[in-house]
Each structure stands twice: as C-alpha cells, then as structure tokens.
C-alpha cells in the first residue's frame, strides 16, 4: 500500500506492518497481559450512539479548539511514545515537524531519541514535553529546567506506569534488553529490507539523546538505555511528587494516566492545569477501565478543568464523541507511530488530515458546526 492510496487511519497501520519486522510492529501494537483493554478500549466508544439535528445551517464550520491560550486547528494532539526513532531515524523531529505544520500539539516523549531542545526548535508552539520521574532528584530538577530553557510551554508528566508491565508480545519475539540478534530476529530484517537499511545507515539502536547528558563520558546508546532503565519506572512517585514538580515549574502542567475522580481532584488540587484522562493506550494494567468510560465522572469531579482524551482514538467520530462526554480535547497514539513509521512526516500529516476531516463531517451531520459546541445532546446510549 502507499501513502495516495491510504484513506483511514487503518490502512497507516497496514503500511506500518509492511515496512516493519513483526517484534518493531508488535511493540507498538501490544497491549499487557492478554491484551483485552485493547478491545475495552474500542468497546467503551462502541458504546455510544449519535443524535443528529437537521435544518441546522453548516455551510461554515469550525473544528477548531482553544487549549491553554492557543488555539489549533484540530482538536487532536499526538500522544507521547517513546523509542519513536527505531521505527524509523529521526521521527521524533518528524512529529514535531508536522505537529507544526498542521497547528495541533505533538507531546515529545520523556524516553524519546531527539532531544526536546531539537523538539522545541523545530515546533516552539507546538512541541510539549512529557516526564517520566526518575529515581534521581537531581536529574528530575535538572531535566525540568532544561524544558523551561527550551521554552516549551507545557509539560506532562505520567504517572500510569509504576511498574514496568508484562508485554508478552516483546518477550516471545526478543525485543527486550539486553538485544540478541537471534535467527528469527534476523530473518524478520531481512524480509522488511527498507526499515533494516535505515536502521543499519543510522547506525543501529537509536540515542536516548535527553538522558545522554547524565551518562559517562562516551556513553553509547545502549549504556545510556540501561541507565535510564536503571532511573525509571520511579515506583516511589507520591502526590508529593507532583507537589515539587508544580514548584519547579512555572508554566503550564498536565498529569496523564489519570482514572479516578479522586485523583483527578486532587491532582487540580495540587495545581494541575490539565489532564490527560488516558489508560496508556492499555499497555500497563490490562484490566484497567477505558479512559473514556471514565470521562463523564472525573468532567463531574473537576468541570472547571481541561480534559485531553488519551487510548483508543482512532476516529474522527471518536473524538467528537469524547468531546460530547466533557473532553476539551483528544489524542492519539499507535496511529501516530503507525504513520510516521509508513511514511515519516508526510505520514504523520496524513493522519492528522484524516482525522481532521472525519471530525469535519460528523460535525455537520450532527448539525452542530463548531466542535466546541458539542455536548452530551448529541449523544445516546447505545
Ligand atoms: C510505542 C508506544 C510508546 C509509548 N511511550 C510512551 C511514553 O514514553 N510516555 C507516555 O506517557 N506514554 C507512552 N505511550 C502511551 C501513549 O502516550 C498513549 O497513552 C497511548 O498510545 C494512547 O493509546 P492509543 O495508542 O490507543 O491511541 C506509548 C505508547 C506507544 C504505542
């Protein structure tokens, strides 16, 4: 398949499972365990049926979204995902490049390759960056200043993933650390030649470039991956945590992975901007809720505060649906990786057109021509 000939964010999967060996393709694709909060995670919108209106005027219509002082032009941002630039070299930069382009916000992961100074350069407006606290105080005060240098103007920090999870996908295909290039690893190379060459002229595991600055002295990639494997998953992270990062940071702060109205409450209580009301794409507990069953209770819980949609999106029609359950805003992960890994920034552009697109027209045959005017209205049960 190529890129004309792709219409929905699906057929960006189907090109990404082409270009990639199975063990790269399934490491974005997986879930834990057994893997049913990927389908709970589709299910929850399934649940949902739309209620249109008619002889409503929607010659003229506005998907527009304000977030934070700054309007973008679609209501979806590309969620944080880390080890972007071993689907293919330098796709954090395309992300950025693209998130700057199409006006929407791309969220650099906190285990990304590039640097969120090479982010924050190439989208000022639009590139956000999300932390993962690590075991090292210092580090974690230390990479936070880098941010506020950089100029980004919002930073997310995580706190779904306390342990890392049991993704059988990785262990049974051998993309674990420390890396064997075992027989079926290197049959797989070489039936996806294309991703083998680039992987192989951009000389192999990509830098984690934000944590090389706090490894030895000629650290290679590798060295600088164990170290940062060694500093996270932070397991002690508590909300005083969040209480010292809300001091050190003066701009705007999101916490995502949040599910519980309590928590969403006393995350704005401890002065969060934002949340980003997300499962992790289900790839940490697989049998957690789904983001979006959750969003009308924790809209209760905090309805003066913007809430990002986060885990499953994969529609136009999915985001006007989160919009319709009190989201401000929604994002959107594998399809993201799916298309820069298919087709690098044009991909990532691409996807975020469909997307755009989608909403368009269930706006208008909703009748409702600003998205920002959704409401549960336009929704019923199914
Ligand atoms: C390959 C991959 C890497 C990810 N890495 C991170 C990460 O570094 N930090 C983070 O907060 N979330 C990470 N996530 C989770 C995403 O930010 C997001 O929550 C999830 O993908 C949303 O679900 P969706 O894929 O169904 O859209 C990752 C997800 C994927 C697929």
Known sequence: MKLDQVINLHDLQTMARQRLPRMAFDFIEGGADDELGLRNNREAFERWRMLPRFMVDVGQRDVSVELFGRRYSTPVGISPMGLAGMFRPGADAMFAEAAARHNIPYIMSGASNESLETAARIAPDHAWFQLYRTLDEGINEHLVGRVRDAGISTLVLTVDVVVNSNRERNRRNGFLRPFKLTPSIALQALL???????????????????????????????????????????????????????????????????????????????????????????????????????????HAAVPDTPLILDSGVRRGSDIVLARCLGARFALCGRPMMYSVAAAGSAGVGRAIGILNNEVDKVIAQLGCPRFEDLSMDYLRRA
């Open 192 to 298: 996806h030649p294309r991703w083998t060459l680039d992987y192989l002229r951009s000389g192999g595991h990509p830098m984690m470039q934000n944590w090389q600055p706090y490894a030895a002295a000629g650290a290679k990639a590798d060295d600088v991956a164990d170290m940062f494997g060694k500093l996270t998953p932070a397991s002690n992270n508590t909300w005083h945590s969040l209480e010292k990062l809300r001091r050190w940071w003066p701009r705007k702060l999101l916490v995502k992975g949040v599910l519980h109205p309590d928590d969403a409450r006393q995350a704005v209580a401890l002065g969060a901007d934002g949340l980003i009301i997300s499962n992790h794409g289900s790839r940490q507990l697989d049998r957690t809720v789904s983001s979006l069953e959750m969003l009308p209770e924790i």
